[in-house]
């Protein structure tokens, strides 16, 4: 699908399930909250930051940083983004290819399950290099291209729900080439509720988690 079948797409979901996390395509609240929590627990305090949540949908994996954070929600579904300024995150309808800020504007940017809908993630990663911080962190969740399990399920799945998925190794290389050093990734193992953290060297995650986290910090 192209960029304006995905907005289109998530508009209409923001419609029929308002601020709940089904807008974004969840498999179901349970794994939601779960991915959320272990990510947010990852990412590391964030106190009196100025955060940027790339492609924020209604705004609920961000919404535990408003409160001592200024929290700044890009998506251009403008349906969700109703629901992203609900929950306190300050919204502006963009495209992540072209974002409206300048650069190093943000402390901490989080873009979570957003690139697995991207033909040009590069552009969106040098986007989201661009405007944060030096010494700042970029923290990007998708799919792993390299699980089994997620092998299996394209056999089944008859409606594609997303455009591509990623290889760990493939997204440390564009973090190294956007400036970005101690690099450290998150797995996830859906349905299982555990997840690992390393630096990516171990075939386990690269093989069974079905989802990771990559975040680096830009160089100063
Ligand atoms: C699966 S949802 C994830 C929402 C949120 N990050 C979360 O984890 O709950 C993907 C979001 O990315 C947005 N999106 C996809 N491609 C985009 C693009 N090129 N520019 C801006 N937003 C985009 C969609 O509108 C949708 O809200």
Same mark, same amino acid.
């Given at each position: 699908?192209?960029?304006?079948?995905?907005? #289109? &797409?998530?508009?209409?979901? *923001?419609?029929?399930?308002?601020?709940?996390?089904?807008?974004?395509?969840?498999?179901?609240?349970?794994?939601?909250?779960? #991915?959320? *929590?272990?990510?947010?627990?990852?990412?590391?305090? $964030? @106190?009196?930051?100025?955060?940027?949540?790339?492609? $924020?949908?209604?705004?609920? +994996?961000?919404?535990?940083?408003?409160?001592?954070?200024?929290?700044?929600?890009?998506?251009?579904? @403008?349906?969700?983004?109703? &629901?992203?300024? *609900?929950? /306190?995150?300050?919204?502006?309808?963009?495209?992540?290819?072209?974002?409206?800020?300048?650069?190093?504007? %943000?402390?901490?940017?989080? $873009?979570?399950?957003?690139?697995?809908?991207? !033909? #040009?993630?590069?552009?969106?990663?040098? @986007?989201?290099?661009?405007?944060?911080?030096? /010494?700042?962190?970029?923290?990007?969740?998708?799919?792993?291209?390299?699980?089994? #399990?997620?092998?299996?399920?394209?056999?089944?799945?008859?409606?594609?729900?997303?455009?591509?998925? &990623?290889?760990? !190794? !493939?997204?440390?290389?564009?973090?190294?080439?956007? /400036? %970005?050093?101690?690099?450290?990734?998150?797995?996830?193992?859906?349905? +299982?509720? %555990?997840?690992? @953290? /390393?630096?990516?060297?171990?075939?386990?995650?690269?093989?069974?988690?079905?989802? +990771?986290?990559?975040?680096?910090?830009?160089?100063?």
């Amino acid at each position: 699908m192209g960029n304006i079948h995905w907005k #289109q &797409y998530f508009d209409k979901k *923001a419609e029929v399930h308002g601020a709940s996390v089904k807008s974004s395509d969840y498999f179901n609240e349970e794994s939601f909250f779960m #991915q959320r *929590a272990n990510t947010l627990r990852w990412l590391g305090s $964030c @106190e009196g930051k100025v955060i940027l949540d790339a492609g $924020c949908g209604v705004g609920a +994996f961000s919404e535990p940083l408003v409160e001592q954070n200024t929290v700044y929600g890009v998506d251009f579904s @403008e349906k969700s983004l109703e &629901y992203a300024a *609900a929950r /306190g995150l300050k919204t502006l309808n963009g495209d992540l290819t072209a974002l409206p800020f300048e650069e190093g504007m %943000f402390d901490v940017v989080v $873009c979570n399950g957003v690139i697995q809908l991207i !033909e #040009q993630y590069e552009d969106v990663l040098r @986007e989201l290099a661009r405007v944060t911080k030096p /010494g700042g962190t970029l923290l990007v969740e998708t799919l792993n291209r390299n699980s089994i #399990q997620r092998k299996l399920l394209r056999l089944l799945e008859k409606d594609k729900k997303f455009d591509r998925m &990623y290889e760990m !190794e !493939e997204l440390r290389g564009v973090f190294v080439k956007y /400036g %970005f050093e101690q690099i450290e990734f998150l797995n996830m193992y859906h349905p +299982f509720k %555990f997840v690992t @953290e /390393g630096s990516g060297q171990g075939m386990g995650a690269n093989r069974f988690s079905t989802s +990771f986290a990559i975040k680096g910090r830009k160089r100063s």
